[in-house]
């Protein structure tokens, strides 16, 4: 029960804060002239629906990729505040994503915003979470997201088994 509150509070936090800021795309994303543009994202569409993700890490005041900020939850880690260990999110070809999080279910919708596929915007019943992708790989996929007043979060991802 006590799991299930915390889990329950962070998520509240987490989603509610969410609202689109200034976020620019990191320098490392993929930097395309407008006939690379499709391919872009083409490419990063299929490697977010090739396979559902599990947290790896989740951090609180991101800064930058050396400094993510106040450590939340690292899988296998003892001190965490919230518990993100069975939490899956599965994004679909066809725009649809679903959430998994401690018994409870999140269907949504997935889109890129940009022509670079930097910008992931997840639209769920009640929230929506605009993402800034850092790293998008076959083995990771990170980004950061407004967290209210002057903040941001920072996700890890990695492909679930």
């Not at 543009?37 to 559902?52: C, Q």
Request: aromatic residues 12%; glycine residues 8%; hydrophobic residues 35%.
């Amino acid at each position: 029960m006590k799991t299930s509150l915390s889990l329950f509070c962070a998520g509240i936090i987490f989603f509610t804060a969410c609202t689109k800021t200034d976020l620019k795309p990191s320098q490392n994303v993929i930097s395309s002239t407008s006939q690379d543009e499709a391919s872009a994202v083409k490419t990063r569409s299929g490697i977010l629906t090739a396979h559902t993700w599990m947290y790896k890490g989740f951090y609180f005041h991101y800064v930058d990729k050396n400094n993510k900020g106040d450590v939340q939850y690292v899988r296998g880690g003892t001190h965490n505040v919230i518990n993100l260990d069975a939490t899956r999110i599965t994004f679909r070809p066809n725009g649809n994503l679903l959430e998994l999080d401690g018994g409870y279910r999140y269907p949504g919708t997935w889109k890129f915003t940009d022509n670079t596929a930097s910008v992931l915007v997840c639209d769920y019943t009640n929230w929506t979470n605009v993402c800034t992708i850092t790293t998008i790989t076959g083995n990771h996929l990170n980004f950061a997201e407004p967290m209210g007043y002057n903040s941001k979060s920072f996700t890890e991802l990695i492909p679930a088994p």
